[in-house]
C-alpha cells in the first residue's frame, strides 16, 4: 500500500487548508485512516483518525478545529484545517490500517506534507 498526501503550504494564522490522501497498490481492504504531524524537534502526534464505520476522533489540540473525512470508494482520506495557528505547523503525514484477506491488521504510513502556519 502507498500513501500520498498532498495539500500542504504556507498559511496565515487564522487561516485554513485542506490536506488530502490517496492509498494505492494491492488493497484488500483499508480500516482505520488518519494523519499524524511532526513539529520541529517534538515527537510524532496522532491528530485525527476516521474508522471504517466513520468514527472520528481527534487529539485534543486540534478538536474543534479540524475536520477528518473518507472517500471509501476512491481509499482517500482528507484533514480539512481551519483557524490555524503557528503551533500547527509541522509535517502532516496520511496513515492507513490494511486489513488482509486473513484478518491481519497492516499499519502503513506516506510520505509528509509541509504545513506552515506564519505571517
Known amino acids: 500500500v502507498q500513501l500520498q498526501a498532498f495539500g500542504g503550504g504556507l498559511v496565515q494564522p487564522g487561516g485554513f487548508l485542506r490536506l488530502s490522501c490517496a492509498a494505492s497498490g494491492s488493497i484488500f481492504k483499508i480500516s482505520v485512516m488518519g494523519w499524524l504531524r511532526q513539529a520541529p524537534e517534538k515527537e510524532r502526534e496522532l491528530v485525527a483518525v476516521i474508522s471504517e464505520a466513520g468514527s472520528e476522533n481527534y487529539s485534543d489540540s486540534v478538536r474543534g478545529r479540524f475536520t477528518i473525512s473518507r472517500d471509501y470508494a476512491r481509499n482517500m482520506v482528507y484533514l480539512q484545517m481551519n483557524s490555524l495557528t503557528p503551533e500547527d505547523t509541522a509535517v502532516y503525514y496520511c496513515?492507513?490500517?490494511?486489513?488482509?484477506?486473513?484478518?491481519?491488521?497492516?499499519?502503513?504510513w506516506g510520505q509528509g506534507t509541509l504545513v506552515t502556519v506564519s505571517s
Open positions: 496513515s492507513a490500517v490494511e486489513q488482509g484477506r486473513d484478518g491481519t491488521l497492516t499499519p502503513y
